[in-house]
């Protein structure tokens, strides 16, 4: 369907086209790019946020941490956030840490590294992964970006039962210090402003 709105920038993702995406990661390194997807698209950190995570950010011991926290000096508003891990997250997540060497020292290193180093991925590199994931799901890439996980995050909170279309709520999650600024975030996805004016 059109939405009334013309929604610039990135775009977010339907349900349909984030499983989708989800099943196309492939190669040694799937369990990586699955992960920061699946977070980005439950956490709504940005991109630069969720490659700043260390192990010890979501493991303490031999369990897995129920919330996330971003430091203030990788947040863009320089104020550090922490988000609850959504259950999915937590088993993406999991899944990768399980797959991955330990030992001592480890919690210290870049949860989502660069192949075969102990550097982090960078955000270009994973979105030429998110685009050729997508493409390989037979997904379109248009307006598709990192942010595009953000975004999806913001569209689909926006319309739970527990946000309730309350911009000032999403606004917390979101981190915005101004609700104004959430607004780029809500995709329409009817046409019900449209109509509101035609009927009047």
């Given amino acids: 369907m059109e939405t009334w709105q013309n929604y610039t920038g990135c775009r977010a993702l339907s349900d349909d086209e984030i499983e989708r995406i989800c099943g196309a990661f492939g190669g040694k390194y799937r369990l990586r790019d699955r992960a920061i ?3 980005g ?8 946020e969720i490659l700043s995570l260390n192990m010890e950010d979501v493991v303490e011991g031999d369990y897995m941490r129920s919330s996330v926290t971003v430091q203030k000096a990788y947040m863009k ?13 937590k088993a993406a997540i999991k899944e990768l840490i399980d797959s991955l060497p330990r030992q001592p020292g480890s919690e210290n290193l870049p949860l989502f590294r660069s192949q075969g180093t102990e550097k982090r991925l960078s955000s270009r590199m994973y979105s030429l992964l998110l685009k050729a994931a997508a493409q390989s799901a037979g997904v379109s890439c248009q307006k598709l970006a990192t942010h595009s996980m953000r975004k999806t995050f913001a569209s689909r909170m926006y319309a739970s039962s527990y946000i309730r279309q309350d911009l000032a709520k999403l606004a917390l999650l979101m981190g915005h210090r101004n609700p104004a600024n959430t607004l780029r975030y809500i995709q329409l996805l009817d046409n019900s402003l449209a109509d509101a004016v035609l009927a009047a």
């Fill in 37 to 39: 997807f699946v977070t």
């Fill in 41 to 48: 698209v439950y956490t709504g950190f940005r991109i630069s």
């Fill in 77 to 89: 508003c320089k104020k550090s956030r922490t988000m609850p891990l959504n259950f999915r997250a």
